[in-house]
């Protein structure tokens, strides 16, 4: 007997567990036509196959994240791999490993800067640092989902700046150990340093070849983990998390339990730095008080 092959429509209508939708019951007094609809099986994509075979390499639940967003930055991963073609890019992959984190940046845009969204730092600067240390005792802050470390760099400098640095206690934190190994080397490119003044790119950078590197005394102040935020907590109470652009990549669900998870590792009165396009959405007990910048309720 002659084998059999299986074509691509085969698999038509496998479906991912992570991707089956969930639907209310139905009220029969105002549903719709549409509330009647049968719920069809969506057929399985080989972009659905790459983005979740890149997460399963990374150790990541794609579950907690939203596919449809992560799909909109295949064109952007494919770019950064300098392949053309999906068929193209995981056999890459398998050759080089380390071509995994900028596969994984470019979808989730691990992207970060010094001193980024001017006007967050300068509220960080001119009022919430200069309120977290002024009761004498040591500040600490944490990083979740650091990237290559540069926002924390960024707040140790205005740490030192206000000469409280050596009583604080700064940790960052990243899924991925490349990102970590990066932040703890603190070795960046110039043009990742050209948007800082002068003064403070003198203060705290020295040539590194082509390259700039954060001054030893600054790197071993500051203390990096590999972990995920989304299912390890750094033991608390802290007085600032910083946790951008993280959740605009999350499901509904896993950015609720991000949110909680954040809040309750604040001491009451502390702070959360967020995205521009981030809302902590059902927590009573953070209150905005400049943009991206939450503080914790005292009285809870």
């Known amino acids: 007997m002659s084998a059999v092959v299986l074509r691509p429509a085969a698999f038509r209508h496998v479906v991912f567990p992570e991707l089956a939708r969930s639907r209310p ?37 794609l579950s907690d994240y ?7 930055r295949i064109p ?33 845009i691990s992207v970060t800067g010094f001193f980024r969204d001017s006007q967050v730092f300068a509220t960080l ?56 190994k990066c932040a703890a080397q603190g070795v960046y490119e110039h043009r990742d340093v050209n948007s800082i003044s002068s003064h403070i790119a003198g203060r705290y950078f020295s040539p590194d070849g082509d390259l700039r590197r954060i001054h030893s ?23 600032m998390i910083l946790c951008r652009n993280m959740a605009i990549y999350l499901r509904a669900a896993a950015a609720a339990r991000l949110w909680q998870s954040l809040h309750d590792s604040l001491r009451p009165g502390g702070i959360l730095v967020l995205g521009k396009a981030e809302r902590p ?3 009573d007990g953070l209150t905005m008080i400049a943009p991206c910048i939450y503080r914790r309720n005292r009285s809870q």
């Open 125 to 180: 600067e001119q009022q919430i640092l200069p309120e977290l240390t002024s009761r004498g005792s040591a500040a600490r802050i944490w990083s979740a989902g650091c990237s290559n470390g540069a926002e924390l760099y960024s707040v140790a400098m205005l740490l030192a700046e206000l000469g409280v640095l050596h009583r604080c206690c700064l940790l960052g934190t990243d899924c991925l150990a490349d990102n970590v």
């Open 76 to 108: 952007s991963c494919l770019r950064a791999l300098r392949v053309r073609h999906i068929r193209d890019a995981r056999p890459l992959l398998q050759r080089n490993p380390l071509a995994l984190k900028a596969a994984l940046n470019a979808l989730v």
């Open 217 to 239: 005394w600054l790197r071993t102040v500051v203390q990096w983990r590999t972990a995920n935020v989304l299912s390890v907590l750094e033991p608390g109470a802290w007085d």
């Open 25 to 61: 019951p139905l009220n029969f007094a105002t549903g719709t036509a549409t509330d009647f609809a049968p719920i069809a099986s969506a057929p399985v994509t080989e972009e659905q196959v790459f983005v979740r075979w890149i997460f399963e390499q990374a150790g990541l639940d």
């Open 66 to 72: 939203k596919l449809e967003t992560l799909r909109r």
């Open 281 to 283: 959405y059902g927590i």
